[in-house]
């Protein structure tokens, strides 16, 4: 079983829609989590961490549910510029600094 | 703050001969760790360094590649007798001291072996 699931879509949406991303970990024991964007051949960047009791910055909020051990990134009023692929990254922590990434989910927001 | 910097950005090389990248870390950063993302793959642990220290190797390959992070200088990934399926992007991130969890990755060198 992968570290960490994402189903890779391609999800193809309007501008101004709502999106959402989910994501499973294996890993019980994972501590941190993260999402992160990738533009066509370009690195990661970092979007957002994801914290136990949720956390939103402007129109990106994130989830995390430990018990079900998923996480999700939800979009809002989608632009043009959301278009990438969204990689959520678990961080198991106990193995070291080393973070296990999913093989992402392609976002196009449609004009 | 310069982000953190990989070079060269593509390379090409022949079947059996050596890759040499290189990736230094943002200003401050003494962690570095090594990723390297197949086609249609998701970005896959190599290595994680600190100075003069492998910490972590447990993603690399048992043979033909190495890494290190001198004292002086940028961090190199060294992959021997290259092969196709070496083919890939390696990315290089890097993190503070005191906040290891927070990764900055660098453009990434596209190796391609012909």
């Known amino acids: 079983r992968k570290e960490v699931e994402q189903d890779p879509g391609p999800f193809n949406v309007p501008e101004g829609a709502t999106v959402a991303f989910n994501c499973t970990y294996s890993?019980?024991?994972?501590?941190?989590f993260f999402w992160y964007r990738q533009d066509c051949r370009k690195e990661p960047k970092l979007l957002m961490s994801v914290y136990s009791s949720g956390n939103e910055d402007g129109r990106f909020t994130a989830q995390l549910n430990r018990a079900s051990q998923y996480i999700s990134l939800l979009i809002r009023d989608s632009k043009l510029s959301d278009s990438a692929t969204y990689l959520c990254v678990v961080n198991p922590k106990q193995t070291g600094n080393q973070f296990y990434f999913g093989t992402g989910t392609s976002l196009t927001v449609i004009p | 703050n310069a982000g953190v910097m990989q070079n060269p950005r593509h390379l090409v090389r022949r079947r059996g001969q050596e890759a040499r990248l290189r990736c230094s870390p943002m200003?401050?950063?003494?962690?570095v760790y090594w990723y390297r993302q197949l086609p249609e793959e998701g970005l896959k642990f190599m290595v994680y360094?600190?100075?003069?220290?492998?910490?972590?190797e447990s993603g690399m390959p048992k043979e033909r590649f190495s890494a290190e992070f001198p004292k002086e200088g940028p961090s190199i990934l060294r992959i021997q007798q290259v092969v196709r399926g070496d083919s890939a992007a390696y990315f290089c991130?890097?993190?503070?001291?005191?906040?290891?969890?927070?990764?900055?990755f660098g453009p990434g060198t596209r190796l391609t072996v012909t």
């Open positions: 360094l600190q100075k003069e220290n492998i910490i972590d």
């Open positions: 991130a890097s993190s503070p001291p005191d906040r290891a969890y927070e990764q900055y």
């Open positions: 200003k401050g950063h003494s962690h």
């Open positions: 890993n019980s024991a994972s501590q941190s």
